[in-house]
T-cell receptor, first 114, second 113 residues
Framework: AQKVTQAQTEISVVEKEDVTLDCVYE???????LFWYKQPPSGELVFLIR??????QNEISGRYSWNFQKSTSSFNFTITASQVVDSAVYFC???????????FGKGTRLHILP | NAGVTQTPKFRILKIGQSMTLQCAQD?????MYWYRQDPGMGLKLIYY???????DKGEVPNGYNVSRSTTEDFPLRLELAAPSQTSVYFC????????????FGPGTRLTVT
């Protein structure tokens, strides 16, 4: 069965520090997709990135970067030079190609302190 | 382009009452989902649909019903509301099965007292 674990329940860092959010997944499928979503204090859910299991290339988007490692079943998310606006709950999610559903982790609440 | 819309935004129900949460999308997505998010928790899938006329149970379907008569609409029905159903409900849609990112509505905050 598929499973997503975000071991960090809550993280606090001072503005401008770098922070990494961990995500470990379990799946028996060889084809799967990984996602990160952001939920700011306003409550909406915002899609950040999708990765398929055949593409282990790391991705960078501005201050955001993602490290996908199949060997450790991890898909970690790093924010560089954090800003107060990055304060949110971040969810990692997994979907198997043969399935119609996405399974979400429990989320990591990130506080960026000014 | 409105994306995914949900109504109402807030609702207070008394125990035993029923209500329907509305969800509509204008992106012509076949896949639609209902989740609930309890305070401080992640998202749990209630029901989903892969197309008009087709629905299936998710992780926590008890106490809920859905229908999908059109591609655009995916209402969630609560029968005999219970305090355990106090939660924020999110509707989402996707252009494909699990490989596609989901687009979420703004959520409905429901309190059952």
């Amino acid at each position: 069965a598929q499973k997503v674990t975000q071991a960090q329940t809550e993280i606090s860092v001072v503005e401008k520090e770098d922070v990494t959010l961990d995500c470990v997944y379990e799946t028996r499928d060889t084809t799967y997709y990984l996602f990160w979503y952001k939920q700011p204090p306003s409550g909406e859910l915002v899609f950040l990135i999708r990765r398929n299991s055949f593409d282990e290339q790391n991705e960078i988007s501005g201050r955001y970067s993602w490290n996908f490692q199949k060997s450790t079943s991890s898909f970690n998310f790093t924010i560089t030079a954090s800003q107060v606006v990055d304060s949110a709950v971040y969810f990692c999610a997994l979907s198997e190609a043969k399935d119609d559903k996405i399974i979400f982790g429990k989320g990591t609440r990130l506080h960026i302190l000014p | 382009n409105a994306g995914v819309t949900q109504t109402p935004k807030f609702r207070i129900l008394k125990i035993g009452q029923s209500m329907t949460l509305q969800c509509a999308q204008d992106m012509n997505h076949n896949y639609m989902y209902w989740y609930r998010q309890d305070p401080g928790m992640g998202l749990k899938l209630i029901y989903y649909s892969v197309g008009a006329g087709i629905t299936d149970k998710g992780e926590v379907p008890n106490g809920y019903n859905v229908s999908r008569s059109t591609t655009e609409d995916f209402p969630l029905r609560l029968e005999l509301a219970a305090p355990s159903q106090t939660s924020v409900y999110f509707c989402a849609s996707s252009y494909s099965e699990g490989s596609g990112e989901q687009y979420f509505g703004p959520g409905t905050r429901l309190t059952v007292t």
